[in-house]
């Protein structure tokens, strides 16, 4: 079988998680207010900043109704309404995610897929990055031209079909051309399986785990 996990039923709770870039965040502005912004960092859920308030090394310095000012990584950028900043690692540095277990110890990582935002459960036991037909629909993914095979769920044996993303981002990291899986039903969470992780290097401390890009 060309995939397998044990974690479909798993139920992903928000704000328990965090994804910290070791270089430049992502910024796009998707609300403006006075002294206050609503921002997606690194393809996450918008949320709103206000100024001085300073979230996964992104400070907010000023805003308005026209435009905002943020301090990432020691440097001034603005925005206007829809526009965003993309961060970079230094250079000959390798992009690296920090990311903190829950009580179950469990990982999440925020991200994104195709460049649409989400929200991902690392699952080593998944051999690639498996989502769920609502979700490739969602983001418009033509997930039925990929070639039809079966997985192995919770509630048994259900459709899926392997599909190539052409981007999947975690935190500042980008991998291009990634295989995966669309499951039919029974997957509760998209899952970040070993076809993104095989390319990192994965170390675990505790309750952090850390993904540096290797290619």
């Known amino acids: 079988m060309a995939f397998k ?6 139920i992903l709770t928000a704000g328990v998680f965090s ?3 070791a270089w430049a965040a992502s910024v796009s502005v998707v609300g403006l207010f006075k002294d206050k912004a609503i921002v997606s960092i690194d393809g996450g859920r918008p949320r709103t900043l206000s100024v ?18 943020f301090d990432v990584d020691g440097k001034r950028r603005t925005l206007g309404m829809g526009q965003s900043f993309a961060g970079g690692a230094q250079p000959g540095a390798r992009q690296s995610v920090s990311l903190t277990a829950d009580a179950r110890g469990h990982f999440a990582a925020a991200g994104s897929l195709n460049g649409y935002p989400m929200t ?15 979700e490739a629909k969602r983001i418009g993914l033509d997930y039925k ?7 192995g769920t919770a509630a048994g044996v259900v459709p899926a079909w392997r599909v190539k993303f052409n981007t999947v981002k975690v935190g500042g990291i980008t991998v291009s051309q990634v295989d995966g899986m669309v499951v039919e039903t029974g997957l509760s969470v998209p899952l970040l399986g070993m ?14 785990m850390t993904l540096t890009q290797r290619y």
Request: contains cysteine; neutral net charge.
């Open 120 to 134: 991902f459960l690392v699952d080593t036991g998944a051999t690639s990055i498996a989502i769920s037909a609502a």
């Open 145 to 151: 031209a990929g070639e039809v095979t079966g997985v």
């Open 19 to 21: 994804c910290t870039p």
């Open 52 to 69: 001085g308030q300073t979230v996964q090394g992104v400070k907010l310095v000023a805003a308005d109704s026209g435009s905002a000012s």
């Open 195 to 208: 076809s993104f992780l095989n390319r990192m290097e994965m170390r675990r401390d505790g309750q952090t």
């Open 5 to 10: 996990h044990k974690s479909t039923l798993l």
